[in-house]
Every structure is written in structure tokens, then in C-alpha cells.
């Protein structure tokens, strides 16, 4: 890109000159109307989710390129679209951007969208453009799923064992590291790395689907029209306590969860002290795992095929109180809440 060309300002091509300018990211078959026509399989549901991001709140020039705002704000839809057992057919992106922004900053941004979505073969079919004196992106995610494998957080019942499918905290950490490079000093090169890459790369977890499928293929009888998917999840985008308190909410259960089973990263071990990397992982955000409750067979069945990482974390106990638990006493119980997370509105 010339140098004449990344200068350019959005008001200076307008609304149709950005949108022709982007409408190279899209199928070409598919845009050009009002509305994406998106056809799915017979026997499938559509799943539709949107998530708004801001910049100041969800992103920023201190710690996110543009292409890695792109990237992040596809894959929180995507992790939407996994954590109710979906699939992904393609989203719309609605942008609000201020007239002095740099074309090239947008189209960078799409670029990091293009990078994640290609993963998963998911194009963008349309949107919007509109002024805006704070750059918002608006990204609708549509996805299909067979409905007798829809998960929904109202599904957990007592006895269920609780899984994480990946590390926590890591996000959060790389954040942190963004913002004051002076922390983290004993870290090596390759971890201070990691740490910044999960947060500015999340990977939407839409890999543990199939895995899931195939343990549950052998329990055929759990998956019958009738009858509800014996497993109730969401993803940890709003950080791991916000999901498990969700899901307990919506299923009239509790949970307790023991402290020594939450996976954080190996490098907090020698960089953070307990409970500071405890905090990091229960409320930091932005881990975009799945926090799935499910019967303890299958539980421990799909740990063992997801690997290093995934943990069983806790059970769902009868009641509604989260309670974090240490099995080793060194701790007193501590009673979980959305008060020490991250809500948007609150002072």
C-alpha cells in the first residue's frame, strides 16, 4: 500500500467508496442486496449472535493493532457460536467510524477478521457503515447446529462434573503486559510472547465441537429430538467465574469449584503470586474457552481428548451458592460473585 493511499481519510472517499473498498472481503455472490441469504442444512437450527465492541472499552491503539482488533472482535462471535454447540455460516460487520479515521486503519481491521475467519471457512456477507464519533464495530455471527445438540446454559443438574477446555488468565496477563512492560521482568522472551498473543489472538474453541460429538456418538440415546443435550455450557469470554455463576443461575444449581484444579498457565508459577494468578484466571476475561457441565463419564472422557490445558474443575452441587474450595485447607471457601468481575456500567 502507497503511502498516498494509507493516508487517506474515510471522509474522503465517503460511505459507498469505503464499502466498495471493502466489499472485496466478501463473497461476491453473496452481497449486493438488503439482506444475506445464508441456506442450511435440513434439520438444522440457525444460531445468531452479536457482540458490540468500542474502542477505548474493547480495544486500543496501545495494546491492539488494527488486524488484531479485527481478529479478536471474530472471534468473540465465534466463540458465541461454539459455546452453544453451533457452527459457523458468516457474519456482518456494522461499523460506526469517525470521518478523520484512516482507510487503511479499516481495512486492516478487516484484514485481522479475514485471518480468523478463514480458519474456520466463515466470510463476511454484508453490513453497515454509518458516522460515529467513537469507532464502534457491530458483528453479527450466524451458525447452524443440529437442534438435538444445542447447548444451553439452563441444561446443568446436580452431579455434573465442570469442564474448562483450556488455561485461564493468560489474557488478562498479556494485557497487563501491554500496558506495563516494566512487569514480568523474569520472564523469558517466548512466554512474555505467549502471554500477549492469547490476548491479542484468542483461538474461539469451535474445535472442541467435534470432539464432543464423537464421545457423545456411543450415548446416541442422549441425543434424540426429545430429549435435552445432557451438557449445559458457555464460554469465558466475561471471564471464568462470570460463566460458571451464568450457568449455576440459569439451571437453579450451585457449583463448587476446587482452587488447585483451575488451569493457568505454567508461567504464572514463577511471575505471579497465588492469588493474583487466581484473580487473573476467575475474572480477567477474554480466554474465549468453554466452560461445559456434564455427566462425570464424559467429563473425564473429553479431558483426556483435549489434552494439556483442559481441567475438571469442579461439580454442580444442589442450592445456588459457587463456592471455591481448597482441598488442602491452606485456604479459607470463598463465595464466587459477578460484583468482582468486570460489568459494564459499574463505577
Known amino acids: 500500500m502507497n503511502n498516498e493511499l494509507s493516508s487517506q481519510q474515510v471522509k ?15 463473497p461476491p455472490e453473496i452481497i449486493g442486496d438488503d439482506a444475506a441469504v445464508l441456506e442450511t442444512a435440513p434439520g438444522q437450527s440457525l444460531v445468531v449472535t452479536t457482540d458490540v465492541l468500542v474502542d477505548g472499552v474493547h480495544f486500543s491503539n496501545l495494546t491492539t493493532s488494527p488486524e488484531d482488533a479485527g481478529w479478536r472482535a471474530a472471534a468473540a462471535n465465534l466463540s458465541d457460536l461454539a459455546a452453544m454447540g453451533a457452527f459457523p455460516l458468516g457474519i456482518t460487520v456494522g461499523l460506526g467510524l469517525p470521518g478523520e479515521l484512516r482507510v487503511s486503519w479499516v481495512e486492516r481491521l478487516y484484514q485481522g477478521m479475514t485471518e480468523c475467519l478463514q480458519k474456520y471457512n ?18 453479527t455471527a450466524f451458525g447452524q447446529v443440529n437442534p438435538s445438540q444445542i447447548i444451553r446454559r439452563s441444561a446443568a443438574v446436580v452431579g455434573d462434573a465442570i469442564v474448562i477446555t483450556g488455561i485461564h488468565g493468560a489474557s488478562h496477563a498479556g494485557l497487563q503486559l501491554l500496558l506495563h512492560p516494566e512487569l514480568g521482568q523474569n520472564l523469558k522472551d517466548a512466554e512474555r510472547t505467549a502471554l500477549i498473543r492469547a490476548h491479542q489472538r484468542p483461538q474461539p474453541r469451535l474445535d472442541v465441537l467435534p470432539i464432543l460429538w464423537k464421545i457423545l456418538t456411543p450415548n446416541s440415546q442422549l441425543l434424540t429430538p426429545n430429549s435435552r443435550l445432557p451438557i449445559a455450557g458457555m464460554d469465558s469470554s466475561d471471564g471464568l467465574a462470570d460463566a460458571i455463576i451464568q450457568i449455576c443461575r440459569a439451571s437453579n444449581v450451585g457449583a463448587l469449584l476446587e482452587r488447585r484444579q483451575i488451569p493457568v498457565p505454567k508461567t504464572f508459577n514463577h511471575w505471579l503470586p497465588p492469588e493474583q494468578a487466581l484473580q487473573y484466571a476467575l475474572y480477567g476475561g477474554e480466554d474465549f474457552e468453554l466452560v461445559l457441565c456434564l455427566p462425570q463419564e464424559l467429563a ?48
Do not use: M, W, Y
Open 12 to 26: 474522503h472517499i465517503g460511505e459507498q467508496g469505503l464499502l466498495e473498498r471493502l466489499q472485496r472481503f466478501c
Open 122 to 139: 466463515t466470510p463476511i456477507v454484508g453490513g453497515d457503515v454509518v458516522r460515529s464519533p467513537v469507532t464502534t464495530l457491530a458483528i
Open 300 to 347: 473425564s472422557a473429553l479431558v483426556q481428548h483435549l489434552g494439556e490445558g483442559a481441567a475438571i474443575a469442579g461439580r454442580i452441587t444442589a442450592g445456588s451458592t459457587v463456592l471455591l474450595h481448597d482441598e488442602q485447607k491452606k485456604f479459607p471457601d470463598q463465595v464466587l460473585s459477578l460484583r468482582q468481575g468486570f460489568q459494564h456500567f459499574n463505577s
